[in-house]
């Protein structure tokens, strides 16, 4: 790694750590961030000291939770072949970790420790992985040097080179090469970004592999006992399950709903379910004189012509898609459009905003027919029309998402056989 920004970086950090220390009274989101790593160590040496012996210890990093699910098929996999690994998880956020902090195949879930020399060399004496697989970017330069030091194999996976993206800043380009070439395997989702990692930064370990994300939306279109209680209500109807939606979206959703004249059964998902949150999606839908029930007060008398279904909770939108037969998919009139994998997985037509082209996925789904972009609610009304009342149309779209989904399928089996052959080195070792 470039000897110059390294030492540069090192003398750094303690000093930008210090001063966001001193201002973490004013900021909530720098104030959790150091709450919740006091102690770190010591509940995280209390935890492994409990581990037993083990040949092989995986260590999976993740900025937060989205990063992680691109990790949990890897995991799964590994896990079907060799039971036996110790797995430990990561998480730089405070969502990511309270998410998954009791994931059941972890042996261990923790805060990733500031990035210092003296925390790394702490963790890593602590922790003692065989490999690191680091899920798409959050590069923590210490944490990596340290782990290189100890032997540690270094695994990138899901990675991207965007174009535009700090990494090729002339200041910072070499700072990155420096961070990349420590990487003994780097698996990318595209062709593209293959290419950009061998020519910009010469990082011959680079390889195509795909995206993991498809894979778990595969996976997880095929589980549906989440909702197994909520299917008997929906038979037989024509459903929309409008998922991740903000305010905009509600705004707009509702209005083109009440237009239709058939109208399909609607499930609401907020992006946000907050206290506050939820009583100003109440009152919209009072204004608008339409009935509603939160699932989590769902009972007998709950009508799917009549009311909506709210869904007041979280951690299975994923599988409330298997209830549908039209997709809605937020976040498209505000910053950016949700992931869209999971209602395409279930081989279902996907509407969403004009605000989609940060998101990959979206753009090939909308090229491959199975996706419709709304600009306004004109627009909704009549893809919801069509959708509602021409079947053959909506089964056309929905197989062409399907398929965008299962050709891309792969990424798993190619990660996951660089890990085993690590693996199997280490035991032969």
């Not at 201002?23 to 935890?47: D, I, N, Y």
Request: hydrophobic share 40%; charged share 20%.
């Amino acid at each position: 790694m470039n000897g110059f920004a390294l030492s540069f970086y090192t003398r750094l950090i303690p000093t930008l750590l210090g001063t966001a220390k001193l201002f973490s009274a004013l900021h909530p989101k720098l104030r959790t961030f150091f709450r919740v790593r006091r102690g770190l160590f010591e509940a995280l040496e209390q935890k492994i000291q409990k581990l037993p012996p083990s040949s092989f210890r995986l260590w999976v990093h993740a900025a937060s939770v989205g990063e992680f699910e691109q990790a949990r098929p890897i995991i799964a996999a590994l896990k079907a072949k060799h039971p036996e690994i110790t797995l430990l998880v990561s998480f730089l956020s405070d969502s990511g970790y309270n998410a998954r902090k009791n994931f059941p195949d972890a042996d261990a879930v923790f805060y990733l420790p500031t990035d210092t020399l003296d925390n790394a060399k702490r963790l890593l004496s602590l922790i003692k992985p065989d490999l690191l697989l680091l899920m798409r970017y959050d590069f923590w330069p210490n944490h990596l040097l340290e782990a290189k030091r100890c032997g540690v194999t270094l695994i990138l996976a899901a990675a991207v080179l965007q174009p535009g993206s700090a990494y090729f800043n002339p200041l910072l380009r070499s700072f990155y090469q420096g961070i990349f070439h420590l990487f003994d395997h780097i698996y990318t989702v595209s062709e593209q970004d293959t290419l950009a990692f061998r020519q910009q930064f010469n990082c011959l370990q680079a390889e195509t592999a795909g995206d993991p994300r498809f894979d778990q939306a595969f996976l997880r279109s095929r589980n549906g006992e989440r909702v197994a209680h909520l299917k008997p209500l929906f038979e037989n109807r024509s459903v929309l399950v409008a998922g991740s939606v903000w305010e905009k979206d509600e705004l707009l959703l509702l209005a083109a709903w009440k237009e239709l004249e058939e109208r399909p059964s609607l499930l609401l998902i907020p992006h946000e379910v907050n206290p506050e949150k939820m009583a100003q999606l109440y009152r919209e839908l009072q204004n608008h004189s339409l009935e509603y029930m939160p699932v989590s007060a769902l009972n007998e008398t709950f009508d799917p012509e009549q009311q909506i279904l709210v869904i007041d909770q979280t951690g299975y939108l994923a599988e409330l898609y298997s209830l549908a037969s039209i997709a809605y998919v937020g976040g498209g009139f505000g910053v950016n459009v949700h992931s869209t994998l999971e209602p395409a997985a279930h081989g279902i037509p996907v509407l969403f905003g004009p605000r989609y082209h940060n998101s990959p996925d979206a753009e090939g789904l909308v090229t491959a027919g199975g996706a419709t972009v709304i600009h306004d609610q004109k627009e909704l009304a009549a893809a919801l029309k069509t959708l509602t009342t021409d079947d053959p149309q909506r089964k056309k779209s929905g197989m062409k998402a399907a398929e965008f989904v299962q050709g891309s399928i792969g990424a798993t089996a190619a990660i996951a056989s660089g890990i085993e052959r690590c693996h199997d080195e280490r035991r032969v070792g």
